[in-house]
């Protein structure tokens, strides 16, 4: 776990680059209008056949590139239809309207810290100091075994908050799921928000989150997540922009039909009722015959969908997180993810799937359907560049200008939430995952088993 030191707890993070202020529903609408009409051209490039003609007859050189050209077409013209609706769905959707101190459910907020250093002080400091009624919230904060001086900055933010943070300590390392497992046992609230030890909330944030528990087919609540530590460097700030659009359009989407797939670690909320109806079974999780050591938070979020309960997305409630600053840091955290993909996702397609509301199911079978399909598209893009390097060098050109085009297009999407100049590392990104990330993934497949962290 990463052990970088903030200067002071923030507020809102200020973002570099910022565009000029307009009136927010006027850039609002006008980006709404640039989406749509960019979606309109997309689609008629789709379907005009005739635009990517140079480039399918430049890679149909032999039988295994003819092969998988027309495929390719196929794929294209279906992501698009895939990203209208998807469009459609990102506009339909609306927050929850946050709670009040006066309808603030008691609240229980669980923090797992290893080997975090100064940083787990400053994540309960922007927890005391949230704005909740303290009569209503309770803080555990578990170290699991840390080997350094964690234990000592939880004890001591634990005395600035007399009877609001309760220290707990493992003598060894458990794991995260102990940690909050204990948590989840001693609460007395009902709600729990669960939060990692390298982040810190903005001051509405648990308001915002316990907000849509008052519609009681809510199960769990995910939070915003934004790169705490977003100007340290190009990594960062890429991942930055690549965690504004998870959360601004893919969560909110599957917000709309109550269905959200992670509601992840840096930020969730849950109904104590529901986490207790299935802790056991969480807790000693297996796949494959190895114990389930990563990926909790996904594994939970499955749990609560199984139930019939919804899983929805709250864009108001903030958390900063500190994430990868190195490449090597970076491939490790996508390992941990993807495994945890493969995992989860097969549990839901095969059983969680089924017991959705029908009205909701085929919404979730064609959405996982081309987010799965996206990883054999990957590699035949890749295979299509390798054969075009041979055939049509100029060609590869048109290609690196279409992973461009796609990449800016989707930084509209980011504009609409950031409003900042940063979106240029969105586009750096689709650059970059595509050269340097492509071996994540079946790597993940070949390794599924793996149960260690690689940052302990």
């Known amino acids: 776990m990463p052990t970088h030191t903030p200067a002071s707890t923030p507020q809102r993070a200020t973002l570099a680059m910022e565009l000029p202020e307009r009136p927010a529903d006027t850039l609002d609408w006008l980006l709404k209008m640039v989406i749509v009409l960019c979606l309109g051209a997309l689609f008629y490039i789709a379907i005009n056949g005739q635009i990517f003609q140079p480039i399918f007859d430049a890679a149909a050189v032999n039988d295994w590139s003819r092969a998988i050209v027309r495929p390719s077409a196929i794929w294209i013209f279906?992501?698009?239809?895939?990203?209208?609706?998807?469009?459609?769905?990102?506009?339909?959707?609306?927050?929850?309207?946050?709670?009040?101190?006066?309808?603030?459910?008691?609240?229980?907020?669980?923090?797992?810290?290893?080997?975090?250093?100064?940083?787990?002080?400053?994540?309960?400091?922007?927890?005391?100091?949230?704005?909740?009624?303290?009569?209503?919230?309770?803080?555990?904060?578990?170290?699991?075994?840390?080997?350094?001086?964690?234990?000592?900055y939880i004890v001591t933010a634990a005395n600035r908050y007399p009877g609001l943070v309760t220290p707990l300590r493992f003598p060894e390392n458990r794991g995260k799921r102990a940690a909050l497992e204990v948590g989840f046992e001693r609460a007395r609230g009902e709600v729990a928000i669960t939060i990692d030890s390298d982040s810190v909330i903005e001051p509405q944030t648990l308001l915002a989150m316990t907000g849509p528990f008052r519609d009681p087919k809510v199960g769990a609540v995910a939070g915003k997540v934004a790169a705490y530590n977003r100007h340290q460097g190009i990594i960062p700030r890429m991942l930055h922009v690549r965690f504004i659009l998870s959360f601004d359009m893919l969560r909110a989407v599957q917000s709309t039909y109550g269905t959200?797939?992670?509601?992840?670690?840096?930020?969730?909320?849950?109904?104590?009722?529901?986490?207790?109806?299935?802790?056991?079974?969480?807790?000693?999780?297996?796949?494959?015959?190895?114990?389930?050591?990563?990926?909790?938070?996904?594994?939970?979020?499955?749990?609560?969908?199984?139930?019939?309960?919804?899983?929805?997305?709250?864009?108001?409630?903030?958390?900063?997180?500190?994430?990868?600053?190195?490449?090597?840091?970076?491939?490790k955290m996508y390992l941990r993810w993807e495994r945890s993909y493969v995992r989860e996702e097969w549990k839901f397609l095969t059983q969680v799937l089924w017991q959705r509301p029908w009205r909701t199911r085929w919404i979730s079978f064609i959405d996982a359907f081309f987010t799965n399909m996206r990883f054999p598209m990957i590699y035949i893009s890749m295979g299509l560049l390798v054969t075009l390097a041979f055939s049509d060098p100029q060609a590869i050109l048109r290609v690196m200008f279409a992973i461009g085009l796609m990449a800016t297009f989707y930084m509209l999407y980011y504009l609409r939430s950031e409003k900042s100049l940063d979106f240029v590392y969105g586009i750096i990104y689709a650059y970059f995952a595509f050269f340097t990330l492509f071996w994540i993934f079946p790597y993940a497949v070949l390794t599924v088993r793996a149960r260690s962290w690689m940052t302990r």
Not at 131 to 146: A, H, K, N, T, W
Not at 277 to 283: A, C, M, N
Request: negative net charge; proline residues 5%; glycine residues 6%.
């Open 78 to 152: 279906m992501g698009i239809l895939m990203l209208i609706f998807r469009t459609a769905l990102l506009f339909r959707y609306h927050q929850a309207a946050s709670a009040t101190p006066e309808t603030a459910p008691i609240l229980t907020v669980i923090i797992p810290a290893y080997n975090e250093g100064p940083m787990v002080g400053h994540t309960i400091d922007s927890i005391a100091q949230a704005d909740y009624p303290r009569d209503r919230l309770e803080i555990f904060v578990v170290d699991d075994g840390s080997k350094d001086d964690t234990w000592d």
């Open 260 to 331: 959200v797939y992670c509601c992840p670690g840096a930020l969730s909320a849950y109904r104590l009722s529901a986490v207790r109806t299935v802790l056991e079974k969480w807790r000693y999780q297996t796949f494959l015959g190895a114990p389930c050591t990563f990926g909790e938070d996904r594994a939970l979020t499955n749990l609560i969908l199984g139930q019939g309960l919804n899983t929805v997305y709250q864009r108001n409630a903030i958390v900063h997180t500190i994430v990868p600053e190195t490449y090597t840091k970076l491939a």
